[in-house]
T-cell receptor, first 109, second 113 residues
Framework: RKEVEQDPGPFNVPEGATVAFNCTYSNSASQSFFWYRQDCRKEPKLLMSVYSSGNEDGRFTAQLNRASQYISLLIRDSKLSDSATYLCVVRNAGNMLTFGGGTRLMVKP | DAGVTQSPTHLIKTRGQQVTLRCSPKSGHDTVSWYQQALGQGPQFIFQYYEEEERQRGNFPDRFSGHQFPNYSSELNVNALLLGDSALYLC????????????FGPGTRLTVT
């Protein structure tokens, strides 16, 4: 079983739609949680950190449930420019980041 | 302010050969991590360098080795290349070994034939 699991998608949604991605992690000692965005053939870039209290950044909302070891990302009012792969990431002891396989989002006009 | 830079951009090698990839961290950063990203998968941690020493290592064989120089730049060496080593190799730098912030370079795409 992979340490961080994501549905690979693709999620095909129309512009303006709300879409949610989920991720589960297996290491209960994981310390920090993130969502990264990766465009085709580009490097991953930090989208947002994820906190237990939940946090929002514009159209993006992230949630963490430590008891269920579950992380989510909600994107409201999807834009064409949101099309990308979204990577769920956890940090364990030290600064090693463990990435999920990514969820591909395609926003269509 | 230059971000993380990597060279070369692309590389084609033959099975059994050796390869060296290079990374210059973002200005002010002293910690460098290397990741391997196979097609369709998420990046996998190879190792991290700080103060010219390997500090953490992922589940990669000894064929993968690295080095960090006094100016914080780093090299990744892979010996006895296998077809399965074909991937995007990403370098990420951090402002300190204790920081969770990692900034990725554009990567080196290695193809092994």
């Amino acid at each position: 079983r992979k340490e961080v699991e994501q549905d690979p998608g693709p999620f095909n949604v129309p512009e303006g739609a709300t879409v949610a991605f989920n991720c589960t992690y297996s290491n209960s000692a994981s310390q920090s949680f993130f969502w990264y965005r990766q465009d085709c053939r580009k490097e991953p870039k930090l989208l947002m950190s994820v906190y237990s209290s939940g946090n929002e950044d514009g159209r993006f909302t992230a949630q963490l449930n430590r008891a269920s070891q579950y992380i989510s990302l909600l994107i409201r009012d999807s834009k064409l420019s949101d099309s990308a792969t979204y990577l769920c990431v956890v940090r364990n002891a030290g600064n090693m980041l463990t990435f999920g396989g990514g969820t591909r989002l395609m926003v269509k006009p | 302010d230059a971000g993380v830079t990597q060279s070369p951009t692309h590389l084609i090698k033959t099975r059994g050969q050796q390869v060296t990839l290079r990374c210059s961290p973002k200005s002010g950063h002293d910690t460098v991590s290397w990741y391997q990203q196979a097609l369709g998968q998420g990046p996998q941690f190879i190792f991290q360098y700080y103060e010219e020493e390997e500090r953490q290592r992922g589940n990669f064989p000894d064929r993968f080795s690295g080095h960090q120089f006094p100016n914080y730049s780093s090299e990744l060496n892979v010996n006895a290349l296998l077809l399965g080593d074909s991937a995007l190799y990403l370098c990420a730098s951090s402002p300190s070994v204790s920081s969770y912030e990692q900034y990725f370079g554009p990567g080196t795409r290695l193809t092994v034939t």
